[in-house]
C-alpha cells in the first residue's frame, strides 16, 4: 500500500512539474504612458497624431533617409525602390530603380545607395537629389537564398562597415552556411566577411544607437502560443545569442535549453547572449528605429520603436501594434495599436523612421500605405481637458 501510494505521489509530482514546464509568462507589452487617444483608426498616447503619409504601394518594407533629406522605401513584391518627397504628405513618389529580387534593406554610405535582395547586395551611385538611378546596379555580394525567412537587412556603422543579416533556412535546424541566421559584417566594397553575431534565427531590424547595434528577433515556432518570447538584442562581435540550442525566457537572464530541439546540452546555453527585452511569442517584431528627434515629449526621446508585424500561427493573436522600448531597462510599452480588433485585422507594421521634422513614419505591407506620427503639446492638453 504504501509503496502504491509513493507510486501515486511520483506521479502526480511529475504530471505537476509536466504542467509547470508547460507555463510560460506572456510578456503582453504594458498600456501606452498616460492617456490615449484615437487617431487615423488607431490608438495612440495623448497628443499623437496618425495621418496617411503615402500608399500604393505592393509590400513596403524597410525605409532610410537620404543625405538630401529624401525618404527611400523597399518595396519587396513589386521589385522597386521608392523615393519621396513631402512634408505632411508624400508630395511625390517616384521609382528609384526597378527589376530588383525582392529588395529589402536599404543604407546609403561613401555616395551609394546600398539594397539588401534576398540573393545579395547591390549598390548604385547616389549624388544628393537624385530621383532616379544613373546606372546600372553593382553586385557586391552573394547571399544564400531560396528558403526559408528570404528579407535580408543592411546597415553602416561607426566604424564604416557594412552589416548584413540573413535569416534562417528553417523553423529550428544546425545550419550548413554559417551566413544564415547571423550578422556579417564586410568592408564597405562588400570584401573580407566574417561573423558579427551568430544564433539569430531573423534579425530583420538593424540599427545602430550609441555605439551600440541593436537587433529584433523572430523566435522558433511549434512550442505552443507563449515559447519562446519574442526578443530584443545589443549585438557585439563574437556573441552568439542561442539559436537553435536555446533561447530566451526572462529578460537578461541564462537561456533555456531547447529540449524539443534536442541537439547537443544545456550546456551550450551559458555560452549564449540572451535578449534585453521581451515581447509576446510570435508577434514578429521586424523593423526598428530609436526616436532621434525633438518633437515627441521627452519620455519618448532616446527610445526604441519596434513594429511587431503580427502572429500567423498563434491560438489568439498578438502583435500587430507599435511599442516602444527603453533601452536601459528593457521595459517594453504599447505606443500603437488598432491594426488588431477581436480578431480581425486591417494591416500588418513594419517598420519605422524617424525624420528630421520630430515626425516618424511607419510601414504597413498589408494594406500598402506608410503613415505619418506626429505630436502637438496643445492637442493632449485639449484631450486631457476634455477628460476625453
Not at 89 to 103: D, I, M, R, T
Not at 175 to 201: C, F, H, I, M, P
Not at 378 to 385: E, L
Amino acid at each position: 500500500m504504501f509503496r502504491t501510494f509513493s507510486t501515486l505521489f511520483a506521479s502526480a509530482l511529475l504530471l505537476t512539474a509536466s504542467a509547470c514546464a508547460q507555463k510560460a509568462p506572456v510578456y503582453a507589452p504594458v498600456p501606452a504612458p498616460g492617456a490615449t487617444t484615437l487617431s487615423g483608426g488607431f490608438s495612440v498616447p495623448q497628443g499623437f497624431a496618425v495621418t496617411t503619409y503615402a500608399e500604393g504601394f505592393q509590400k513596403p518594407r524597410l525605409m532610410v533617409l537620404s543625405p538630401g533629406g529624401d525618404v527611400f522605401l523597399s518595396d519587396s513584391s513589386a521589385g522597386k525602390i521608392y523615393v519621396m518627397r513631402g512634408g505632411a504628405v508624400a508630395q511625390s513618389k517616384q521609382v528609384f530603380a526597378e527589376g530588383l529580387n525582392q529588395p529589402h534593406g536599404l543604407a546609403f554610405h561613401g555616395g551609394y545607395l546600398y539594397v539588401a535582395n534576398t540573393d545579395g547586395v547591390v549598390r548604385f551611385a547616389y549624388k544628393s537629389g537624385d530621383q532616379k538611378a544613373s546606372g546600372e546596379a553593382q553586385k557586391l555580394l552573394a547571399l544564400p537564398s531560396g528558403s526559408g525567412h528570404s528579407t535580408r537587412t543592411v546597415v553602416f556603422g561607426p566604424d564604416n562597415k557594412m552589416y548584413v543579416a540573413t535569416g534562417s533556412s528553417c523553423n529550428v535546424c544546425e545550419e550548413s552556411d554559417t551566413r544564415r541566421a547571423a550578422v556579417w559584417v564586410y568592408d564597405e566594397g562588400g570584401k573580407n566577411g566574417q561573423a558579427y553575431a551568430t544564433g539569430l534565427r531573423n534579425a530583420v531590424g538593424l540599427e545602430w544607437y550609441g555605439g551600440t547595434l541593436y537587433a529584433t528577433n523572430n523566435g522558433r515556432d511549434n512550442l505552443g502560443d507563449n515559447i519562446p518570447p519574442e526578443g530584443f538584442y545589443k549585438l557585439a562581435q563574437g556573441r552568439d545569442f542561442g539559436w537553435p540550442y536555446c533561447y530566451t525566457t526572462q529578460p537578461g537572464e541564462a537561456q533555456i535549453w531547447d529540449k524539443d530541439f534536442g541537439k547537443k546540452s544545456a550546456e551550450v546555453c551559458k555560452a549564449s547572449t540572451p535578449a534585453f527585452a521581451l515581447t509576446t511569442a510570435h508577434s514578429a517584431p521586424l523593423g526598428l528605429a530609436f526616436y532621434t528627434g525633438k518633437a515627441f515629449p521627452a519620455a519618448y526621446q532616446g527610445m526604441m520603436f519596434v513594429a511587431l508585424h503580427g502572429s500567423w500561427n498563434r491560438s489568439e493573436k498578438s502583435g500587430y501594434k507599435v511599442v516602444m522600448i527603453d533601452p536601459k531597462s528593457g521595459k517594453v510599452q504599447d505606443f500603437l495599436t488598432g491594426f488588431l480588433s477581436g480578431g480581425a485585422t486591417k494591416g500588418r507594421p513594419v517598420a519605422l523612421l524617424s525624420l528630421p521634422d520630430g515626425s516618424m513614419l511607419l510601414t504597413d505591407d498589408d494594406s500598402g500605405k506608410v503613415y505619418r506620427i506626429t505630436y502637438k503639446a496643445a492637442a493632449a492638453k485639449k484631450v486631457g481637458a476634455s477628460g476625453s
